[in-house]
């Protein structure tokens, strides 16, 4: 993740935009400017921690809203974190995972949108890694999906690589997936198919969303890469990759719908090359994170 990036830091103006965060009246009123503090940021719950990026950017982008308003920026920084903790890492609950020295108005002006983003972060970590633990010793590829927070997909699907997931599609642009809806109103798998093969950009993969064995027939026929299976059972699954395998090795199989922690192994076992589970992004829990901030002179 390229934290300095540009997309990154409109992600983290438009957070801070919308906490007022340059306009914090309470700390305005009540903190001297020039008095310096550190901020250690603990886990609660053991968890994966992921976000850990977030604390610069969040620090830099603050420092840049305040200087285009024509005030003082709140001056030099420093977030020091144990060499063993990183964006990945299983952190056991209690565990400090960074610590910020900083202007004292800024961290408690930015602590909010710190948090929120490393703990919905950590919590997909987490999320994803259970899943990838789930399938351990399998073929199948825990993968994301767009099902993520508009304006936050960026840190979504980092999140979920920290985790141990791939990532999927990054948008509409980024690959070519025919769905129910588009295989209907295209006139079918074939010409569906056929339409984006004449389309579509050199070594860019079509996967087409199959429910029944007509489909799935007519797709591998008209040349599809890879296919999306909906609405079966481990147990059909199981036979649509028999007869794959046996008739288009080379066409990959992916499994959609009625994926979770507890399913997730069954399905895996069926030899499946990937298992695209929405909740990754979805259902994830935020993880339980906090920030203990004391007055600092240094």
């Known amino acids: 993740m390229d934290w300095k990036s540009r997309k990154i830091a409109a992600v983290m103006e438009a957070a801070l935009a919308e906490d007022k965060a340059t306009s914090d009246v309470t700390t305005a009123l009540t903190i001297d400017p020039a008095l310096r503090a550190s901020a250690t940021i603990l886990v609660r719950e053991d968890c ?42 299983r952190v056991r609950k209690g565990q400090t995972v960074a610590v910020i020295r900083h202007s004292a108005a800024a961290i408690l002006s930015c602590e909010r949108v710190i948090l929120n983003l490393m703990q919905r972060m950590s919590g ?15 073929r199948a590829k825990v ?40 295989l209907a109103l295209a006139g079918g798998v074939a010409a569906a198919v056929a339409l984006a093969a004449k389309g579509r950009k050199p ?72 298992l695209s589970v929405g909740a990754l992004t979805r259902s994830s829990v935020a993880v339980d994170l906090s920030m203990r901030i004391t007055a600092d002179v240094y």
């Open 143 to 182: 993968l994301d999906t767009r099902k993520t927070v508009p304006g936050l997909r960026l840190l979504d699907k980092y999140a979920v690589s920290c985790g141990g997931g791939q990532n999927h599609r990054l948008d509409l642009q980024d690959g070519i997936m025919l769905k129910q809806s588009h």
């Open 124 to 138: 997909i970590a987490t999320l994803t890694n259970d899943f990838v633990k789930q399938t351990r010793g399998t």
């Open 203 to 274: 070594g860019q993969k079509i996967e087409v969303e199959v429910t029944n064995p007509d489909d799935i027939g007519a797709a591998i026929k008209a040349g599809a890469d890879v296919l999306l299976l909906v609405g079966m059972s481990p147990k059909e699954v199981a036979d649509v990759v028999e007869t794959v395998r046996a008739e288009a090795p080379k066409v990959l199989l992916e499994v959609a719908e009625h994926l979770s922690l507890e399913t997730a192994r069954e399905y895996a076992e069926t030899g499946v090359d990937f």
């Open 48 to 89: 994966v921690i992921c976000g850990l990026g977030v604390i610069c950017a969040v620090f830099d982008a603050f420092s840049a809203m305040q200087t285009r308003s024509g005030h003082k920026g709140p001056g030099r920084y420093e977030v020091i974190s144990h060499p063993e903790i990183f964006d990945g890492v």
